[in-house]
């Protein structure tokens, strides 16, 4: 039996619950059937049910799993309650082509927060300055949308202009072509490198 990370279960139910409402959440969860109503970060999950409520969000929301997945992705580092995620990925570069190259090594990155976390396996090939292609291998189906959705956002982030298509290679292999036209295409957003605290004293804001 195969496990998933309840921190991937926990991104899909904070994805929904920020985008669209509780009440979107409640409804999907029963949609299950599965008796879970809430996913814990730290337990984890057989992946099948990660399925089951990617099917269940699908048809709640009307959209289909690859729009739905890439919506998570653009989510994971737009929305204010993911910030850090942000700034963890902004650490990887002063701009997008060495955040590309950044991205080989970001599993092993993401395990020192969290160690028993699998991320899919990325590698990511270079065709020239402008050509790229980055490779995903993850035992969830459509992981790469979610890196399209992630790195059209991020591209944006550095004032980048990219255009990016996914594709679907052999058994669990996705893959994600970049080709970019302009690295100074516009005015990136601001980055800052420190945490942002807020009122209370706190840090940022819980979310994935």
Known sequence: MKLMHGLINRTIQCFVRDTYGPQVWDRIAHRTDSGVLSFESMLVYEDDLTSVFLDACSAELAKPRAGLLEDMGTYLVSHPNNESLRRLLRFGGGDFIEFLHSLDDLPERARLAVSDLELPELELHESGSTEFRLICRSRMPGFGHVLVGLLRTLADDYGTLA??????????????????????????????????????GGGDVDGV
């Open 163 to 200: 255009c990016l298509d996914f594709g679907k290679g052999d058994g669990t292999e996705e893959f994600v072509e970049i080709t970019l036209f302009e690295t100074e295409y516009s005015v990136g957003r601001s980055f800052d490198l420190g945490a942002r605290v807020n009122h209370t």
